[in-house]
């Protein structure tokens, strides 16, 4: 049972224009969420989180949003640059555990 | 300050075979988390160690088991490999298990080949 969707597995963007990355989950005791970032033959690596308690987080050119009544979550990336060009993954997890679960990806390519 | 590392890169094994893969984490940090990621799917939760403990279990059976060493580096051993064993194997690391507000740090993967 895949308690995190990432349903759109691409996403292509012009360079200097928003990318949005979107993410739905399914179990309201998720609490706490995260992005990674993931190039070829790396491991994914920490982009940017946020707890239930907050809507907005923002981190130079990364900002997610959480809608906890929808249960939907959102990256956007503006501008986007060449360099962005990756897989995005999100992650949830339960204040109650320390497991993550993650969404199956969205890859991502800004074009020049 | 060297980042989470993981040994062997790669690995090719036979169907009933066992193997061993090695994570060395972040400096500072003292849990480790390991991950399967299958082809085309984000990782999936294996299991934590904390103070040499398996701390929290993900849905994977008994074949897979790991380690923690006093040096907070980890082991994870997968006996009687089936085919469907062949994915990435990623470790993260992590400080501490209280609370959620902790980032994980992962290494580059090993990735398993099983014939």
């Known amino acids: 049972d895949q308690q995190v969707k990432q349903n759109s597995p691409s996403l292509s963007v012009q360079e200097g224009r928003i990318s949005i990355l979107n993410c739905d989950y399914t179990?309201?005791?998720?609490?706490?969420f995260l992005w990674y970032k993931k190039y070829p033959a790396e491991g994914p690596t920490f982009l940017i989180s946020?707890?239930?308690?907050?809507d907005k987080n923002e981190d130079g050119r990364f900002t997610v949003f959480l809608n906890k009544s929808a249960k939907h979550l959102s990256l956007h990336i503006v501008p986007s640059q060449p360099g962005d060009s990756a897989v995005y993954f999100c992650?949830?997890?339960?204040?109650?555990?320390?497991?993550?679960?993650f969404g199956t990806g969205t890859s991502l390519t800004v074009i020049p | 300050d060297a980042g989470v590392t993981q040994s062997p890169t790669h690995l090719i094994k036979t169907r009933g075979q066992q193997v061993t893969l090695r994570c060395s984490p972040k400096s500072g940090h003292d849990t480790v988390s390991w991950y399967q990621q299958a082809l085309g799917q984000g990782p999936q939760f294996i299991f934590q160690y904390y103070e040499e403990e398996e701390r929290q279990r993900g849905n994977f059976p008994d074949r897979f088991s790991g380690h923690q060493f006093p040096n907070y580096s980890s082991e994870l051993n997968v006996n009687a490999l089936l085919l469907g064993d062949s994915a990435l194997y990623l470790c993260?690391?992590?400080?501490?298990?209280?609370?959620?507000?902790?980032?994980?740090?992962f290494g580059p993967g090993t990735r398993l080949t099983v014939t």
């Open positions: 992650a949830a997890s339960a204040s109650t555990g320390n497991q993550f679960y």
């Open positions: 993260a690391s992590s400080f501490g298990v209280s609370g959620y507000t902790y980032e994980q740090y």
């Open positions: 179990n309201s005791m998720f609490d706490y």
């Open positions: 946020i707890s239930s308690i907050k």
